[in-house]
C-alpha cells in the first residue's frame, strides 16, 4: 500500500520553496525554461541511480523509457507546447508512484519517491497556474 511519510511530504515541500524563491531572484523572466531543465534534472536522477547498483534488463529499459518520455515532454514544451511541462511533471509523478509501490527501476531510500512526487505535483501546479494566468 502506497503511504507519504510526514517527513517526505516536508521536505518535498522544501524543496520545491527553495526552487520556486531561487526562480523568482535568479531567472524571473524565463519561469517555463526553468521549469523545463528542472524536469529534464528529475528525469535524469533515476537512469543515474542505475549505475550505482546491478539492475536487470526490465529495470534499465523501464528507467530510460520513463527518461525518454519526460526529457520529450520537456523539449516538447519548449519548443512546441508549453501544457507538456506540467504535463511531464505530472508523467514522472505518476512513475514515482509506479516505483515505490512496485520496486521497478533503480534502487532508491523508501522516502524518495513520495517526495519526489510531491515536489513532481507542486512544479506541476505552479506551471500551470503560471500558463492559466499568462506569465507564460
Known amino acids: 500500500m502506497f503511504s507519504f ?3 517526505a ?9 527553495a526552487f520556486l524563491v531561487a526562480l523568482h531572484l535568479i531567472f ?3 519561469p517555463l525554461q526553468v521549469a523545463a531543465g528542472a524536469l529534464m ?3 535524469l ?3 543515474v541511480l542505475l549505475l550505482s547498483h546491478r539492475h536487470d534488463a526490465q529495470q534499465q529499459r523501464d528507467e530510460f523509457l520513463a527518461a525518454l518520455v519526460t526529457y520529450g ?5 519548449l519548443l512546441i507546447w508549453p501544457w507538456a511541462v506540467p504535463i511531464g511533471l505530472g508523467a514522472h509523478a505518476v512513475w514515482d508512484f509506479i516505483k515505490h509501490n512496485t520496486g521497478r527501476g533503480a534502487k532508491v531510500v523508501s522516502w524518495y519517491p ?4 510531491v515536489v513532481d505535483l ?5 506551471v500551470i497556474i503560471l500558463l492559466v494566468t499568462g506569465w507564460i
Open 5 to 7: 511519510s510526514k517527513d
Open 9 to 17: 511530504i516536508y521536505f518535498g515541500i522544501g524543496v520545491m520553496v
Open 28 to 30: 524571473p523572466q524565463y
Open 41 to 43: 534534472v528529475i528525469g
Open 45 to 47: 536522477v533515476y537512469p
Open 73 to 77: 515532454l520537456a523539449v516538447a514544451g
Open 114 to 117: 513520495p517526495m519526489c512526487i
Open 122 to 126: 507542486l512544479a506541476a501546479a505552479y
